[in-house]
Structures are given as C-alpha cells and as structure tokens.
C-alpha cells in the first residue's frame, strides 16, 4: 500500500503563487518518476510537470517560465511552485509516483487531489 498525500491548494488571486506538496509513505522501494497533473473544470486530466529519480525536469508549455518541480528524496515529497497564477490554472491537481514496490515491481499511484482555484 501506497499513500500520497497532497496540500496546499487554495483559493489565489490572478498573479498569485501558490506552492503544492505530496508525500508519499508506504511500500515504496524506489521512486523513478514523480508528477503532478490537472483537471480543470469540464476537461480532461493532463500533465502539469515531472520530475525523474535523477532530477530531469519536464514541464507542459502553459506552464513553462511559471511553475518549478522539485523534490526531497529524503522525505519522498515532491512540490510543485506555481508563480504567476492564472484563472486557467484553476483546477484539482493530483500527485502521481511512479515506484518500484517491495516485490519489484513497477506500480503507479495517485493522490487524491487538491482544488487550487484562481481568481479576483
């Protein structure tokens, strides 16, 4: 069993930052990949931004230049920076860990969502 548990979400002006964090506990023997995704209102999940066991960094266009990932291995915590919010960025965004479990193999697992919503 795997948990992740996200925070930090919130109500934010336009312009406004808001800094998101997932820990994730349980059978974890490894962590290859950890990511975060959205879903704005009426759409699709998409992905927001990953972060590599080794620090390589992706990011979707919309958020380039505004938001940074990064993690604490030592904690398997992963955050996610948003700087420059705007109302489109409003959304539930979910922590996802791609590990490798106790018997070895290669599971994912999902957090249960945080509500940022961005507006005046």
């Known amino acids: 069993q795997v948990q992740l548990v996200e925070s930090g979400g919130s109500l934010v002006q336009p312009g406004g930052s808001l800094r998101l964090s997932c820990a994730a506990s349980?059978?974890?023997?490894?962590?290859?990949?950890m990511a975060w995704y959205r879903q704005p209102p009426g759409k699709q999940r998409e992905l927001v931004a990953t972060?590599?066991?080794?620090?390589?960094?992706n990011y979707a266009d919309s958020v380039k230049g505004r938001f940074t990932i990064s993690k604490d291995d030592d904690k398997n915590t992963a955050y996610l920076q948003m700087n420059s919010l705007k109302p489109e960025d409003t959304a539930v965004y979910y922590c996802?860990?791609?590990?490798?479990?106790?018997?070895?193999?290669?599971?994912?697992?999902w957090g249960q969502g945080t509500q940022v919503t961005v507006s005046s």
């Open positions: 996802n860990v791609d590990y490798r479990s106790r018997t070895g193999f290669r599971l994912r697992s």
């Open positions: 349980g059978s974890i023997f490894g962590i290859y990949t």
């Open positions: 972060i590599t066991d080794g620090g390589s960094r």
